[in-house]
């Protein structure tokens, strides 16, 4: 059962306007952290910000931000005032449980494609 | 710079060749991780190692073995290429902080023919 799912393959979006991918999870383990990373044509992996699912606030970096919705299983990421820099690939990952002997292992989504216009 | 150094960038391999991809990490993380990102998709899980002699399977680990006998080397071998190995390959290393980001290297791509 595929255990991270990113529904929209591409996006178009505007420059200087905000943006969410979406991602939704499934995990029956109470200890669980979420992540997002872009992927630039150049190909390296960047991380972008973390949510672990015992935080009270949604996380926030820069012009990044994650709207955790535990209930629904969602953790999408939102970028504001979008740049042509943000023009990648995003993905959506979960680690858990998060034991040492569990090795914190990453399962990813398929990744979302974003395209800024000017 | 600190960070994880995977070499080589390109490989072209023959089918049934075996090479090992490289990959070393300066940080004195304990987790480091191997992921293989084909075409249009995310990345999926091969081996990792959550310490030195400590090395356990991913999703997809047939054709490959790895060993950790130092915390800063994870490499991982390829025993003999088979077209479907053709992919892009991430190294990852991890500190035990459970909301520390993973330090990918830069990748290396390979295409077995």
């Known amino acids: 059962a595929q255990k991270i799912t990113q529904t929209q393959p591409g996006m178009f979006v505007q420059e200087k306007e905000a943006v969410t991918l979406d991602c939704t999870y499934d995990t029956s383990d109470p200890s669980y952290g979420l992540f997002w990373y872009k992927q630039p044509s150049s190909g390296e992996m960047i991380f972008l910000i973390y949510q672990g699912s015992y935080d009270q606030q949604n996380a926030t970096e820069g012009r990044y931000s994650l709207n955790f919705q535990k209930a629904r299983k969602s953790a999408n990421l939102v970028i504001s005032a979008s740049q042509l820099g943000d023009s990648a690939m995003y993905f959506c990952a979960m680690r858990e449980p998060l034991i040492k002997a569990a090795g914190n292992k990453l399962t990813f989504g398929g990744g979302t494609r974003v395209l800024v216009k000017p | 710079n600190a960070g994880v150094t995977q070499t080589p960038k390109f490989q072209v391999l023959k089918t049934g060749q075996s090479m090992t991809l490289q990959c070393a990490q300066d940080m004195n993380h304990e987790y480091m991780s191997w992921y293989r990102q084909d075409p249009g998709m995310g990345l999926r899980l091969i081996h990792y ?65």
């Open chain 2, 49 to 113: 190692s959550v310490g030195a002699g400590i090395t356990d399977q991913g999703e997809v680990p047939n054709g490959y073995n790895v060993s950790r006998s130092t915390t800063e080397d994870f490499p991982l071998r390829l025993l003999s290429a088979a077209p479907s190995q053709t992919s892009v390959y991430f190294c990852a290393s991890s500190s035990e902080s459970p909301n520390y980001g993973y330090t990918f290297g830069s990748g290396t791509r390979l295409t077995v023919v």
